[in-house]
């Protein structure tokens, strides 16, 4: 698609006021996000702008189209259609529409019906919903042997650094354990050690298979933050001989949450330099990491994910956790579970943060003894 006089014009004039340069060339007035929010009931794809602003994608689109110096462009449909079209010409349209809007000031005055405050809608998950997700288990060196002493947990750090491996992936379900910025946390009936784990979530945004490390980043959209909500009752003993349940761990509705959005990975940069990643829980922080504590980089796991099983655009793959999360005991000297009531606050450096409040369920009725037991039937 060629550039049209006008933003060939804008990009001479303001690269040099206050414009940046995106990975395409085209110049861009302000970094954008882009997430999903419920507008008018709908689903809607939306552009973000200073993290308080959200433009609805498909009616600023058909504004910028009735000057007839743009030519047509069709809108995504859905989040994955925006990653899926963003490198073949989809691109070029959203740094437009952006440029406009900051070059008309239609953002600061006089704001066309389709801009939003972020305040006045809900936010969705950014994707509905991702393929897969891939999530990275013990890949920070803090994560390692978090009940053990000072001594021990040297050692099994020292051990894993002699001896990393291969990345160890784990699919997380999606649609049912995803859910939204200020969407509860629901601890499962029961279930009485519900944990956290805050993680940088890698949307993939090319078909990838057999993808090297080296060239990863090309595959990559961009970052979006993730919790791992982790149910560490177990299953009870009996029946079939296996003991480890990553489904129990892990597959619980609303415990995959994303969002609030995704930064493009133009306007973030490289997150193997730059990732700092927080939790916390009501007032108290629980979990606080950057890259360098990571013992298999983004794009090994990329690496690895792609030679096992094809990655597809809006894809996301996590890059585990560190230590602090609530069954450690070296943090805080004891294990410590959400309760009811809690806030959990999930904040990645650059991206943004999800607020996720936590609510207990009620209990079900009519079941025939088949279910999931509560923790405390087979558990002191």
Request: glycine share 12%; hydrophobic share 35%.
């Amino acid at each position: 698609m060629r550039m049209t006089f006008l933003t060939t014009l804008l990009a001479l004039v303001l690269t040099g006021s206050g414009f940046t340069q995106g990975e395409s060339g085209m110049s861009i007035a302000e970094p954008f996000k882009v997430g999903t929010f419920e507008i008018d009931g709908t689903p809607r794809v939306g552009i973000v702008l200073r993290d308080s602003l959200v433009v609805e994608l498909d009616r600023a689109n058909l504004a910028l189209q009735k000057d007839p110096r743009y030519p047509k462009v069709p809108p995504p449909a859905d989040m994955i259609e925006l990653i899926e079209r963003y490198e073949y010409g989809l691109k070029r349209r959203l740094y437009e529409i952006v440029n406009d809007l900051v070059g008309s000031g239609s953002l600061d005055a006089n704001r066309p019906d389709y801009v939003h405050a972020v305040s006045e809608i809900r936010t969705l998950p950014p994707i509905l919903y991702p393929g897969k997700i891939l999530n990275a288990a013990v890949n920070f060196y803090s994560h390692v042997n978090e009940t053990g002493t000072d001594e021990e947990r040297a050692e099994a750090r020292r051990q894993r650094r002699e001896n990393r491996g291969v990345p160890y992936l784990f699919l997380k379900p999606s649609r049912g354990a995803v859910v939204g910025n200020g969407d509860p946390i629901v601890i499962p009936h029961g279930r009485d050690r519900t944990d956290w784990e805050v993680e940088l979530g890698t949307v993939i945004g090319r078909t990838a298979k057999y993808v090297s490390a080296k060239d990863a980043p090309n595959y990559v959209f961009g970052y979006t933050v993730t919790l791992d909500i982790s149910d560490r009752g177990g299953r009870p003993p009996g029946g079939n001989p296996l003991r480890s349940d990553w489904f129990v761990g892990k597959g619980h509705d609303t415990f995959a949450p994303q969002g609030p959005w995704i930064v493009p990975k133009e306007f973030y940069g490289d997150p193997m330099e730059k990732l700092r990643q927080t939790l916390s829980v009501g007032d108290t922080t629980m979990q606080e990491a950057t890259a360098g504590d990571m013992i298999h980089n983004l794009w090994e796991l990329v690496e690895y994910g792609s030679s096992i099983i094809t990655l597809f655009p809006g894809d996301v793959i996590n890059n585990g956790t560190s230590g602090g999360t609530g069954a450690g005991t070296a943090v805080r000297g004891e294990q410590r579970f959400l309760q009811p009531g809690e806030e959990v606050v999930a904040t990645i450096d650059g991206i943004g943060t999800l607020r996720m409040p936590v609510v207990g369920e009620e209990a079900p009725t009519g079941l025939t003894g088949a279910a999931l037991p509560p923790v405390k039937s087979y558990r002191k």
